[in-house]
Every structure is written in C-alpha cells, then in structure tokens.
C-alpha cells in the first residue's frame, strides 16, 4: 500500500513539475460544433486540482442522492483535487485505483460560497477532464438548432376562402420531435425540444397554442374571417428545450429558439343570389 501511495504521490509531482493541464475543455461529439461555451472552471496545475461553479456532473460511482443533488446545484462551489487532501487516513482509498486512462481525485462541494466543504469520496475523471451543467449545455446548442424542423404554412380551403366560414391551419411541423441522443465527453446525453406556435391571422386576432396543427376535418387551428380581403399571416414557432445527462436531470436549454414565416390569405366577397 505505502509502495501504491509514493507511486501515486510521484505521478502526480511529475505531472506537476512538467506543467501539464488537466483543465478539460468542453469535449462534443462528431455532430457537435461548440462554439465560444460560457464554462466556469478552472485547472489549477499549481494545487493539481479543478475548481469552478455550477451544476457538477459527478460519475456514476457516486451514490444517485449525491450525484442529482450536486447536478442540480447552480450555485454551489466545488473542488476536485488529491484524493490524499483529506488526511493521511484517507490515503487508503488510493488503492481503489480508476479505469486505465482515468484519475483518481477527492470531490468536494460547497452550499455556502465556499465557507464550508463537504467531502464527497473519491471519483474517477476520465481523460476528457470534469464534465458540467454548463459544458454541455453550451455543446448541444447547434444540434438544437440544427435539427429543428422547417416551419411551411397550409391553410385549407387553399382558394374559395369565404367570410363566416373557417380556414383550417397548420405549420406543417410535427407536435413532438424524436429525443436527439449524443455523446459528449463520454457522458449520453439526451435533448429534448418543445414547441409552442403563435399565429397572427392578418386581421387583428391570433391564436397561440401547443399544437402545430392539422388537415381537414381537424379544427384545432383555425380561424374564421369577418370580412373580405387579403389578409398576411404570420407563424412563430417558438422552440425551448429540457436535457437529461447519463440520466440526471432533466435541465433546460436557456436558449430560445425562434422560427417565423408569412403567407397571404385571400379572402373573397361571399354574394348572395336570389333563385327564382
């Protein structure tokens, strides 16, 4: 055991002393462009350790209680450094070892802006570094947008449009997406989009609503014109997001997605005619 310490203890100085980082930057897979990630975490080469803020993604060693209560913590403060940092008597659980290519490092969390620390055990790192709320947040936010389906608007009666009479809507995109599923630092994650559609009919009504809308004889957006004329509607597609990480969660994309196209209804004159 003491000849697995000095071994451990050597490593890690050797590392030190040749200036290596062990900062893992946000890592995304092949479908994954991350672009400018607002990430708070920082690797001290100094301390051999990471600091940084936010929801923590801890791996699946740890107990299910802890790894949602440090996930879901935005505000919390949290350290990852020597698993050897807590005492000499902690030093035992170094012979526990990490898969080949992982580090063993002590986790610890603050509630209370670093006042105190509470010890979470040792976890094991894989070579792509600590993994955050907030990395993947900032991972997925293209494929997001990328896999959002084209608003096309339909209206039916497509001619003949008369007043009193409804004109059946729809955006032409569906009321629930598949989950889009990737793999970012080695952690599946799993993105899930909603969508919201507001309509401005043209003549000083809308309609907003969760359901994209539908053929004749579906009636669930349509709209009933007073008078003639032609009329420009608009559609908004409005599109928010939940993700789960290795099944914490889920947690919501901040950004908003908006989509928006026009059409012209043209509405005729509808005539009375007297039959003898």
Excluded: N
């Amino acid at each position: 055991m003491r000849q697995l310490l000095l071994r451990h203890v050597l490593t890690s100085l050797a590392m030190v002393a040749a200036g290596l980082s062990f900062l893992g930057a946000p890592v995304a897979s092949a479908a994954v462009r991350v672009e400018d990630p607002v990430i708070d975490v920082i690797g001290d080469d100094e301390r051999d350790r990471y600091v940084g803020t936010g929801g923590l993604i801890l791996p699946g060693s740890v107990d299910e209680g802890t790894r949602v209560r440090v996930a879901g913590c935005l505000d919390c403060r949290w350290r990852l450094d020597d698993p050897c940092s807590a005492g000499d008597s902690a030093c035992t659980s170094v012979v526990r070892g990490c898969p080949r290519g992982q580090r063993l490092l002590r986790a610890w969390i603050s509630e209370d802006l670093g006042s105190t620390w509470v010890d979470l055990g040792v976890v094991c790192i894989p070579p792509a570094g600590v993994v955050t709320v907030a990395q993947v947040e900032a991972a997925i936010h293209d494929q997001f947008e990328a896999e959002l389906p084209p608003t096309s608007i339909r209206f039916q009666p497509t001619t003949g449009v008369l007043p009193y009479l409804p004109v059946i809507f729809q955006s032409g995109q569906p009321r629930h997406l598949t989950p889009i599923v990737s793999t970012i630092a080695d952690r599946v994650v799993v993105l899930t989009p909603q969508a919201q559609w507001s309509w401005d009919f043209g003549d000083g009504s809308g309609l907003v609503t969760d359901h994209p809308g539908a053929s004749y004889p579906d009636f669930s957006v349509s709209h009933i014109y007073g008078r003639g004329g032609r009329f420009p509607v608009v559609l908004t597609t409005t599109w928010t997001a939940t993700f789960t990480i290795d099944d914490l969660g889920p947690f919501t994309v901040s950004h908003v997605i908006t989509q928006q196209e026009k059409s012209l209804v043209s509405v005729g004159q509808g005539r009375a005619v007297l039959v003898p």
